[in-house]
C-alpha cells in the first residue's frame, strides 16, 4: 500500500492487514491474534483483569497504552494534530481516523454488500444489520441493541436521566435528536 513505517516490527504488525495472518488463539474464545502481546491484552477481557490505574480518577484499564489516553482527559493534552484542519486529538488513532474525513478513504469493506467504511468500528456496526446480531442488552427489560450507543439512549427511558438542556429556555431532554427538533420552536418564535 506504499505506507511508511520507523520500524520493521511495525511494519511486519501492519502487513497483518492485508494478508489476513493470524498467529496465536485464545483458548477462552477461539480469537485468533498477531502477536503474543495483544494476546495477553485480549486475554484480560475474559478474566476482567486491568492491572492499568489512573492515579487521578481510579478508573482501571487492561493495557497502559488505554490509560495513557485516558490521562489525557485530566490534563487536557492533545499531541495529535491534523495538518489540513488543525484539529487536534488525544490519541494517534483517533487522528487517523479522523484524516480519512479528508482523504475520502474507506479501506474498511463489507464482504455481504460492498459498502466501505472509513472506520473498522463503523464496520463491524453495518455488519449486525446482516446477521442480525444485537449484543447490548437492557438491564432492566432486555430489550436488545445494534449499538451500545442505542442502549445508552434507551436506558434513559428507565432512569428518567435526560442530560441534553436547551440553553434558551432551560427544557430537558432524553435524547439529542428531541433538542434539536426544540431548538426549531425558538427559531419558529423569532420575529
Known amino acids: 500500500c506504499g505506507k ?17 495472518e493470524k498467529f496465536y ?14 494476546l ?10 486491568k ?13 497502559s497504552s488505554a490509560l495513557i489516553q485516558h490521562q489525557r482527559m485530566h490534563t487536557g493534552e492533545r499531541p495529535y494534530k491534523c495538518n489540513e484542519c488543525g484539529k487536534t486529538f488525544r490519541c494517534n488513532s483517533s487522528l487517523s481516523n479522523h484524516q480519512r474525513i479528508h482523504t475520502g478513504e474507506k479501506p474498511y469493506r463489507c464482504e455481504e454488500c460492498g459498502i466501505s467504511f472509513g472506520q473498522s468500528s463503523a464496520l463491524i456496526q ?9 449484543p447490548f ?7 436488545t441493541f445494534r449499538q451500545s450507543s442505542s442502549r445508552i439512549a434507551h436506558q434513559r427511558i428507565h432512569t428518567g436521566e435526560k442530560p441534553y438542556e436547551c440553553n434558551t429556555c432551560g427544557k430537558l431532554f432524553n435524547h439529542r435528536s428531541s433538542l ?6 425558538h427559531i419558529e418564535d423569532k420575529p
Not at 4 to 20: A, C, D, E, P, Y
Not at 54 to 63: I, M, T
Not at 180 to 185: D, G, M, P, Q
Open 51 to 63: 492491572p492499568c490505574k489512573c492515579k487521578v480518577c481510579g478508573k482501571a484499564f487492561r493495557q
Open 40 to 49: 495477553i491484552i485480549h486475554e484480560r477481557i475474559h478474566t476482567g483483569e
Open 137 to 143: 442488552k437492557c438491564n432492566t427489560c432486555g430489550k
Open 180 to 185: 434539536t427538533n426544540h431548538y426549531k420552536v
Open 25 to 38: 488463539n485464545c483458548n477462552e474464545c477461539g480469537k485468533a491474534l498477531s502477536s503474543h502481546s495483544t
Open 4 to 20: 511508511g513505517f520507523t520500524s520493521v516490527s511495525r511494519l511486519n504488525r501492519h502487513r497483518i492487514i492485508h494478508t489476513g
Open 126 to 134: 453495518h455488519r449486525r444489520i446482516h446477521t442480525g446480531e444485537k
